[in-house]
């Protein structure tokens, strides 16, 4: 392609996986721009690609020779640069991948658009570049610019790797150890993404939980975030249970701005399991651990991470588990399907679990979980809920989250994206709540605990 310098680039994204990959996809898009690239919708035609993947199950090769093919296709001179966990797991395999020009491991990851920047041209090479190493920096750490979203609510990465362990996982060895961002660099970040008009962050990392920057922790992050303008909610990310201290529960509950939700990994509900998997607590503390987060946070939404299919899992462990979060108070579940990972601890354990048994297994969960996100959505009808709409759906309703997790839709003339505003819920259906806007009330219900009922009846 040999393109010189002073021509504007097309770059486009495609990402795989976690929210986390999605904040730091958002980074380099930043940085990308300012660097005099333009960036353009995955699937247009391009000088650049940028694939930031994802290691967690077997399928990101096959992911990735797919999104290369694809583009290729359209923009056969592309010049493909590959990142994230998968990058830095499997570099060997993508290097045989046809048509893949540059392969970064996480250590390189964050400084890809400088380097790309600084190639005298984009011809497609022999073989792709290889910039990699074991070695991770152990060291917190900043991040350059401000995530470019599209989108009303943008992800905030706090913190990076994990050093727990589970038998199953192998982000420990994409992504190092635990470190975090440095206070100072968070904060300005969140300001900038504020100024932008972001008012709803999501705390992204892998164990946020973990945070520490000198005497900073995540509690005390919270409060420095809380007194940003224009920031009206801080949403927290899926969050280990044995990282959860008390004051956190109780700053949630009597918070404005911090919504309440947690996502809290179960995996299993098998004590047996949990052992195999080199989780951090039992059943028993887990369960307690839910049922005072419910009594301490009103309405709080919790969500979990449920796997299936654990080697060795028996039809009774499994059905522990279907119990377990049948009777616990849980918004949804996400569910997993077990995935061998070479390099993890779990791939030595015998009596892997056929496949049709896993596939019956996950299906009767996302029943379990479909049921119980009607029955929470089911409590706040007749309720007003403070809403910040996103977009506008196929049948004409505008929708978006109240804090608590609940996706509303109400219909409208007005264009509602990136507003807040008091709904009347009066129904669920599809997985959705329905409602009406109270125009008595166009500013957003203030606080957590504003007295619902007397609002509505002023409003009558």
């Not at 770059?11 to 904040?23: D, E, H, I, K, W």
């Not at 499997?90 to 048509?99: N, V």
């Not at 300005?188 to 709803?200: F, I, K, M, S």
């Not at 806007?437 to 605990?449: D, G, K, T």
């Amino acid at each position: 392609m040999g393109m010189t310098q002073n021509i504007p680039r097309r770059v486009s994204f495609y990402t795989v996986g976690c929210r986390l990959n999605q904040a730091e996809t958002a980074l380099l898009a930043d940085r990308f721009r300012q660097l005099g690239f333009e960036p353009v919708k995955f699937g247009d035609m391009t000088d650049v690609l940028v694939v930031n993947t994802c290691s967690v199950t077997e399928g990101a090769e096959a992911d990735c020779r797919r999104v290369v093919r694809r583009v290729l296709r359209k923009s056969p001179d592309a010049f493909v640069a590959v990142t994230g966990c998968y990058a830095q797991t499997g570099a060997d395999t993508l290097q045989a991948i046809d048509g893949i020009d540059l392969i970064l491991g996480t250590q390189y990851k964050m400084q890809l658009p400088e380097y790309v920047a600084s190639l005298p041209t984009y011809d497609k090479p022999a073989k792709p570049e290889l910039l990699h190493t074991k070695k991770i920096d152990h060291e917190n750490f900043t991040l350059e610019g401000t995530g470019d979203y599209s989108t009303t609510r943008a992800n905030l990465k706090i913190q990076d790797g994990c050093q727990f362990m589970c038998s199953f996982c192998l982000i420990p060895f994409a992504r190092g150890r635990e470190r975090s961002r440095q206070v100072d660099d968070a904060i300005r970040e969140a300001t900038e993404l504020a100024d932008r008009g972001h008012r709803e962050l999501v705390l992204t990392g892998v164990n946020i939980g973990q945070y520490q920057d000198a005497d900073v922790d995540i509690l005390t992050l919270l409060e420095r975030l809380e007194a940003i303008p224009g920031l009206d909610r801080i949403r927290i990310s899926s969050i280990e249970p044995t990282t959860i201290p008390d004051p956190l529960l109780d700053y949630m509950a009597n918070s404005d701005k911090v919504c309440r939700f947690l996502h809290v990994p179960l995996q299993s509900g098998d004590d047996r399991i949990l052992k195999a998997m080199n989780r951090r607590y039992t059943v028993r503390e887990y369960v307690a651990f839910i049922e005072k987060a419910a009594c301490r946070v009103p309405d709080l939404c919790i969500g979990t991470d449920v796997m299936v299919g654990f080697p060795g899992e028996t039809e009774q462990e499994f059905a522990n588990t279907r119990s377990l979060v049948s009777d616990l108070p849980f918004a949804y579940l996400h569910v997993f399907s077990y995935s061998s990972r070479p390099g993890t601890a779990a791939v030595r354990i015998p009596n892997p679990v056929a496949p049709e048994v896993i596939k019956e297994r996950s299906q009767s969960l996302a029943k379990i979980s479909q049921r119980q996100r009607v029955v929470f959505y089911q409590k706040f009808v007749g309720r007003m809920v403070s809403v910040l709409f996103e977009t506008q759906n196929s049948a004409g309703l505008w929708t978006g989250l109240t804090d608590h997790y609940v996706k509303v839709g109400v219909p409208s003339r007005e264009d509602l994206k990136n507003e807040m505003r008091s709904v009347i819920v009066t129904g669920v259906t599809d997985g959705l709540a329905l409602g009406s806007l109270n125009e008595s009330f166009a500013q957003p219900v203030a606080h957590h605990h504003t007295d619902l009922l007397s609002l509505t009846s002023q409003a009558i």
